[in-house]
C-alpha cells in the first residue's frame, strides 16, 4: 500500500539527503529572519524590509481554516497509561513489589 503512488521510473532521493536539505533550508532561512532582526533593530522601517521565506512555509501555515480542519479531523487516541488494562498491570506490579518487599524483611 505505501508504494501505491511511486513509480519505478523516478527513484527517491535518500532520506539523508531529503533531511539536509530540509535542515539547509530551515537555516538559510533562520539566517535570513536574523539578518531582518538586525536591520530592524538599526533603524529601517519594518514596512520598508523584506520577509525572506514566506512561501517555504507549509501549506497549513498559509490557510488558518485548512489547519482548523486537519487538527478537527485527527482522531486523539486514548493514552495507554488510561486505559484499564495499563491499570490493572500496574495495580499488579505495585502488589507484586510489595510483597517482595515484606517477604525480604522478614
Given at each position: 500500500m505505501s508504494q501505491r503512488h511511486r513509480t519505478s521510473e523516478v527513484?527517491?532521493?535518500p532520506k539523508?539527503?531529503?533531511q539536509a536539505h530540509k535542515?539547509?533550508?530551515?537555516?538559510?532561512i533562520h539566517v535570513e529572519l536574523n539578518q531582518v532582526a538586525h536591520q530592524v533593530s538599526a533603524g529601517?522601517?519594518?514596512d520598508d524590509v523584506h520577509e525572506p521565506g514566506a512561501a517555504w512555509k507549509p501549506y497549513h501555515h498559509h490557510d488558518s481554516e485548512f489547519a482548523k480542519n486537519?487538527?478537527?479531523k485527527r482522531k486523539r487516541r486514548m493514552r495507554h497509561w488510561k486505559t484499564k488494562m495499563w491499570k490493572r498491570r500496574t495495580a499488579l506490579r505495585q502488589a507484586k513489589a510489595?510483597?517482595?518487599?515484606v517477604a525480604g524483611e522478614n
Open positions: 527513484p527517491l532521493p539523508e539527503e531529503l535542515h539547509s533550508e530551515r537555516h538559510r529601517v522601517e519594518p486537519k487538527l478537527g510489595e510483597a517482595f518487599r
